[in-house]
């Protein structure tokens, strides 16, 4: 077994561990504070404004590192939620089959039959805009994939004779579920964790940049996208510095995925390490 | 070297790519093989035998390489041969005989174009007359009518006349070495003599020759000339088939020979049976597997349940765990009926009835210790905790002959042998009365399941467990069970003490079981084919 990591994996480990330390420590780290302004409307780089002023004049590094605090945060307690949601229904389905996996993975096909992002933005224009609301409409509607992935390794699973051997000795549902299905389906899902987090963080930034995400004055990386985007037109370039971040992120995160993926995925014909 | 010899190779070693020290799969194997001549290569598995089959078409399976020696076919080496070179070779001068025709096959198209198409892509005969051969060979291999029969998609062949196909297409473009890598092992026995059978007339007419790979001696003793045994890569004793079989000289080899010859005395019978399955009918949907099925288990004894692939004996075992609720009838356990469904029946019910798995591999979680697999039984069904289990764990791995510090090991650390074991210390753990055993030995290597066999015959002893032994191996039944029940597409056609069920009369299923078990001598085949003739 290879313990040395990849180029590519170790690169997005960097860039990730970089933007999650931006995250947490915005506050010690940001120059200037979210919400002041202190300059110009959309001024160039400059030494004292390393990216630039916002459509307010805003720093917007400053607004960049406290963004990345909203857009992590909220993504990852998505994922979470979605996670636990999906991981424990799915096992469920998968473990005892009949009724209960019929009634799950019809509801689910029926939540799957509409594109997320429209039922998201009709849930959301209905109640009240809130932080929680949020995390749970993103986190709810994301179970769903989460719940298929699962259900699929935890069939496959569930009909191996070890499962079988703990019903044959009484076993009850918890068990079976939590300590025979559960450990084994756990390198896939580790991979697909990584994954969920990114579409996470572009659901995030979609309904922000709809202007149903997160409510100004505070921002995420989507929402300073919405704000910047009519200097576009005028060849400003500030609408595109939060847009990149968005990318950056997504794409080192799924640069780790890749190596996760490959680590763990021997099992299922995948490569062999 | 002789213009005989076809095959020569000296001091061959095969290793793995990449390791240090290099990890060695064959270790300096020599051996000659004349024009028309059948080798048989025998051992267990890790001894290395396919390795060196693979070797003489010039292929390393993964990332295993020659690392040494020579492989010289037709006069020139192929250890080291260059990519076109091989391809020039191989279904031309050498092919090859998978064990599993099922998964060898591409379902997607008609076996006649599967069968031509190494002799079409050779450019050695015209599409006409490659189909001439082919029809040729399936009559020559007892093929059912062979005009047609390529026309036919894999799935629409059983799998004995599959692995015939198979033959048929490593014959058809005339090399001069097939590569047969244990093309019985996977059928049921009355299969397995007609595909013998056939394998040894085809040889026979085409006068190729071949290395026969398989681990079962008195296959091998029916179709080889010579045999070398295998053991760890190294070559243990090579001779012609009478000398092997009939004067060895290794203890190794006397060993794998005297596999079969494992008796067991037959206990008298008892009053009260423990198990009573009676008039028990079940299927799945609307199709009865079994029909009208009723025998019974004595405390302490060993009911063999006898029958090909499709019998309906592990379907019987479903049936006795509640896992496949009965349509009629039931399974009566001391004298109470268990209720038909698992979910259904008591903890203490589920208890007295365990069940031990023919892969031992799947039927332990692969994320837990030894001492949690077998420890889990005990906390469940006595509710044992700390130093009392701990101890009850040892006594358990004792029993299996097992040290106690495999307590702490994975599955994936252990042997298939000691896989077996550990799932024997599971069902034992809850001091069941019944055990079922679902094939525990047909994964195995004879010498090992000899040693799994020998075990269970001393645990109940010890603890008075009966065993529902369900197997398609009469030489298994023989050494191991008091009655024998046989099932032939889910009747019962036979049920008895062993001693009347093994002596005639017989009904004719019978016969053709009892005669279809290799025996270890020469000349077996022939008589049994000749006997079948008749």
Not at chain 2, 224 to 232: G, N, P, T, W
Request: proline fraction near 5%.
């Amino acid at each position: 077994m290879k313990t040395s990591i990849p180029l590519n994996a170790l690169i997005g480990m960097i860039i990730t561990a970089t933007i999650v330390i931006m995250a947490v420590f915005a506050p010690l780290l940001a120059p200037y504070s979210m919400t002041e302004i202190v300059g110009d409307v959309w001024e160039p780089m400059s030494s004292e404004h390393w990216l630039g002023t916002d459509t307010l004049g805003r720093d917007l590094l400053s607004r960049l590192m406290y963004g990345a605090r909203v857009t992590l945060g909220i993504a990852a307690l998505a994922t979470i939620l979605s996670f636990s949601m999906g991981t424990m229904l799915g096992l469920s389905a998968a473990a005892f089959g009949g009724w209960i996996d019929q009634t799950l993975s019809r509801l689910v096909d029926l939540l799957m039959a509409i594109p997320t992002l429209i039922l998201a933005l009709v849930i959301l224009s209905v109640l009240a805009p809130s932080v929680l609301t949020l995390v749970v409409v993103m986190g709810v509607l994301d179970s769903t994939r989460v719940f298929r992935l699962v259900r699929s390794v935890g069939v496959d699973i569930a009909v191996m004779d070890f499962v079988e051997a703990a019903r044959l000795r009484g076993e009850g549902r918890l068990w079976v579920i939590f300590r025979e299905i559960l450990p084994n389906a756990l390198s896939p899902l580790v991979a697909e964790l990584g994954l969920r987090f990114i579409f996470m963080v572009l659901f995030l930034s979609a309904l922000s940049f709809l202007g149903l995400g997160i409510q100004p004055p505070a921002a995420d990386w989507g929402g300073m996208v919405k704000e910047n985007k009519d200097g576009i037109a005028f060849g400003i370039p500030a609408a595109l510095i939060p847009a990149g971040a968005i990318a950056v992120l997504a794409i080192s995160i799924n640069m780790i995925a890749d190596w996760v993926l490959n680590l763990t995925s021997s099992l299922k014909g995948g490569k062999d390490v | 070297m002789s213009d005989e010899t076809l095959l020569k190779i000296r001091d061959l070693e095969i290793a793995v790519e990449g390791t240090s020290p290099l990890l060695k799969i064959v270790k300096g194997v020599s051996f000659d093989l004349e024009k028309g001549k059948v080798m048989g290569l025998i051992g267990e598995s890790g001894a290395g035998k396919s390795t060196i089959g693979m070797s003489a078409m010039g292929y390393g399976r993964g990332k295993l390489h020659t690392s040494a020696g020579q492989v010289i076919l037709n006069g020139r080496d192929i250890a080291q041969a260059k990519r076109g070179v091989l391809n020039q070779l191989r279904g031309k001068e050498v092919c090859y005989v998978a064990q599993s025709a099922a998964a060898s096959f591409n379902p997607a198209h008609k076996l006649i174009d599967q069968v031509i198409e190494a002799t079409l892509e050779h450019g050695l005969m015209s599409a006409h007359e490659a189909r001439t051969r082919a029809v040729e060979l399936f009559t020559a291999l007892g093929l059912p009518s062979p005009e047609t029969i390529g026309d036919r998609y894999p799935h629409q062949v059983s799998g004995g006349q599959l692995q015939r196909v198979m033959t048929a297409m490593a014959l058809c473009p005339k090399p001069d070495l097939i590569v047969f890598d244990e093309p019985t092992t996977a059928l049921d026995v009355t299969t397995q003599i007609e595909v013998l059978a056939a394998i040894k007339h085809a040889i026979k007419i085409t006068n190729v020759a071949a290395l026969y790979i398989t681990h079962d001696l008195a296959v091998v003793a029916q179709i080889s000339d010579e045999i070398m045994v295998l053991r760890h890569g190294e070559m243990v004793e090579k001779g012609t088939t009478d000398q092997i079989i009939n004067d060895p000289q290794q203890d190794y080899t006397k060993a794998l020979l005297s596999v079969r010859s494992a008796q067991h005395e037959e206990k008298p019978a008892t009053e009260k049976p423990v198990l009573d399955i009676s008039n028990v009918t079940a299927g799945y949907g609307k199709i009865d597997i079994l029909k009208s099925i009723n025998m019974s288990l004595d405390p302490g004894h060993t009911l063999a349940i006898v029958g090909e692939s499709g019998s309906g004996k592990s379907t019987l075992a479903r049936v006795v765990t509640g896992l496949l609720p009965p349509r009629i009838g039931n399974v009566v356990f001391e004298n109470t009926p268990l209720p038909p469904k698992q979910t259904q029946r008591s903890r203490e019910q589920l208890r007295e009835i365990q069940m031990i798995y023919q892969m031992a591999d799947v039927a332990m979680n692969p994320r837990q210790t030894v001492g949690q697999i077998i420890g889990r039984p005990l906390t469940f069904y006595f509710g044992l905790r700390g130093a009392k289990r701990q101890a009850r764990i040892e006594e358990l791995l004792h029993a299996i002959e097992l040290p106690v510090d495999f307590a702490d090991r994975y599955p994936a650390e252990l042997s298939g042998g000691q896989k077996q074991r550990v799932c024997i210390a599971r069902a034992l753990a809850a001091k069941p009365k019944v055990i079922i055993c679902d094939e525990v030995t047909s994964a195995l290597d004879p010498l090992v399941a000899e040693g799994i066999l020998k075990l269970l015959a001393d645990l109940q002893e010890r603890e008075g467990v009966a065993y529902l032994f369900i197997t398609h191996d009469l030489a298994t039944v023989k050494a191991i069970a008091d009655s024998i029940a046989v099932m032939h597409q889910g009747n019962l056609v036979r049920y008895g003490p062993k001693r009347q069920v093994l002596n005639p009369p017989f009904d004719a299923y019978t016969d053709k079981l009892l005669t279809s078990i290799p025996e270890m001598r020469i000349g077996w085949l022939d008589d049994v084919m000749a006997e079948h003739s008749t």
